[in-house]
């Protein structure tokens, strides 16, 4: 490893950022430039300032409940949007300065501006105070993100039709919502407003909700969301988008029409490669527009590495970090790769959803045999003591082998318990091992334990077939 080479990254995201802090831990002198704020999309538009919000509708949620728990609570419950809005910027401002003062403290230089790849070793800068000034390094990194895409059908207007950027800016609550688009981003931001009191609908144009999660979640979650009267449209289109001077007028393919006060248009993202030099340097683009890499980082191009969103992997913040890691690792010397097959990812609906590996449709379509443990959540001691019962855990094995294939949970921190059940994945454990292993009482995490004994039908607190 040599300690003297310089490192040049573009982009201060969650991949950009901790990219730059470990080649400064490495030894590498670092400089980043970030023409926006430092963490990206998805700690300033995106991650984290849904989730502070949705921490307060979940608190709400609690609320509710408070007479049957024996508290009292005089008067309806309000939420102080402005309060929630404030609170969620101080968030933010906090986790940014964070990000600085830890670039900062590890000797990374940050400048603040646009820059474009002249060739393979070269970033031109165009500074926010109008300077201009040019990087040179032993290798670049490409960490641009992605952004919200331009559809023509549904032009974005910031008041009538908005993206998340603009409903995470709350400034009332809106009587109507419409939400093109149910995957992850579209039903977080249902639980979110119709926690908040808006009646809200959500069309998809797949044949379900969360069409990328395993179809016994997404079928439980179409449940709640019905329990919330949240108003579903399976199976979907949206045909024409007419903004009034006090409505939207929406038409769907099936014919039928509604009017709603705001759309929220939540429809895939686009990768940020345009206007950054890629065809100056030949960088070869995949035919969604992404980055190509191979399991190194690299690009086509020697010493100009991507990662994060732009690549098009699983567009998560957590792999973009874990991608920047590789990506020094391997500029320095090292040999890393990222194991695409064990992602844990969160969903931040109300109830929560986490879940690693494979859906059980996954495993059909890859024609492997497996056998299935479930558990719900209103068969703990410990979901029963907080009022949490609604959910379940569900455990995919292998049916020849016994190993771990996936693990999906709907409940109460869902996507906090998921990690036991990716760290099974990473070790490839046996269900077995994983049911063995003695579970603290009473806690939440006894589900997994109970779910991975079901595989073999052997759950205790599940009436069952005999063994």
């Known amino acids: 490893m040599n300690s003297q080479k310089h490192i040049a ?16 831990q490495l030894g590498a002198k670092v400089t980043i430039i970030e023409n926006q704020a430092l963490g990206g999309v998805c700690l300033n538009w995106g991650c984290i300032p849904s989730k502070a919000l949705l921490s307060v509708v979940e608190l709400g949620e609690k609320v509710k409940k408070a007479a049957e728990l024996g508290i009292q609570i005089e008067g309806p419950l309000h939420y102080d949007v402005v309060q929630m809005v404030k609170r969620k910027d101080q968030v933010v401002t906090n986790l940014v300065k964070g990000i600085g003062m830890l670039l900062k403290g ?26 201009e000034t ?33 409903a995470l800016e709350l400034k009332s609550i809106p009587e109507r919502l419409l ?14 407003y119709s926690g ?57 393919s099936s014919g039928e029409e509604i009017k709603t006060d705001v759309v929220l248009v939540s429809i895939g993202r686009r990768f940020n490669t345009e206007g950054i030099g890629l065809e100056q340097v030949g960088i070869t683009l995949g035919a969604r527009g992404e980055i190509t890499i191979n399991d190194r980082m690299e690009t086509n191009i020697l ?3 991507a990662i994060g969103d732009v690549v098009g992997k699983a567009m998560l913040a957590h792999v973009a970090s874990a991608q920047g890691k590789v990506a020094v690792e391997n500029i320095l010397g090292r040999s890393h790769t990222v194991n695409y097959d064990v992602i844990p990812a969160g969903i931040f609906t109300l109830p929560e959803i986490g879940r690693v590996g494979l859906t059980e449709q996954q495993t059909r379509e890859r024609g492997i045999q ?27 094995s292998d049916e020849e082998s016994g190993r771990l294939l996936g693990t ?46 079901d595989v073999e039908g052997v759950a205790i607190h599940q009436v069952k077939k005999r063994v």
């Not at 040019?134 to 023509?152: E, F, R, Y």
């Not at 479930?374 to 995919?396: D, N, P």
Request: proline share 3%; hydrophobic share 45%.
């Open 196 to 252: 908040l009191g808006s009646d809200v609908s959500v069309v998809e144009m797949m044949p379900a909700l969360l069409p990328e999660e395993d179809e016994e979640i997404s079928s439980l979650m179409a449940r709640e969301f019905k329990k919330r009267r949240i108003q579903l449209h399976i199976e979907t289109k949206v045909e024409t988008c007419q903004v009034g001077d006090a409505e939207v007028t929406v038409k769907f």
């Open 179 to 192: 939400i093109i688009g149910g995957g992850v981003e579209g039903c977080e931001f249902a639980s979110l």
């Open 370 to 396: 497996t056998k299935i443990g479930r558990f719900r959540y209103s068969g703990l001691g410990k979901a029963q003591s907080i009022g949490e019962t609604t959910g379940m855990f569900k455990v995919i």
């Open 134 to 166: 040019t990087v040179q390094a032993d290798a670049l990194i490409i960490a641009t993100g992605s952004s919200w895409p331009n559809l023509p059908l549904f032009p974005i207007d910031g008041t009538r039709i908005i993206t998340s950027k603009e």
């Open 9 to 24: 990254i573009l982009g201060a995201g969650p991949g950009g950022y901790v990219a730059a802090i470990r080649a400064s």
């Open 408 to 453: 999906h949970i709907m409940g109460a921190h869902a996507a906090d318990l998921v990690h036991e059940a990716a760290m099974a994945l990473e070790v490839g454990a046996t269900v077995e091992r994983l049911a063995s292993m003695i579970h603290a009482h009473p806690t939440l995490s006894e589900g997994l334990m109970e779910a991975a004994e």
């Open 303 to 305: 010493g100009v590495y």
């Open 106 to 131: 590890g000797g990374v230089t940050h400048l603040q501006g646009t820059g474009t790849l002249i060739d393979n070793r070269t970033i031109h800068v165009s500074l926010a105070d109008g300077a």
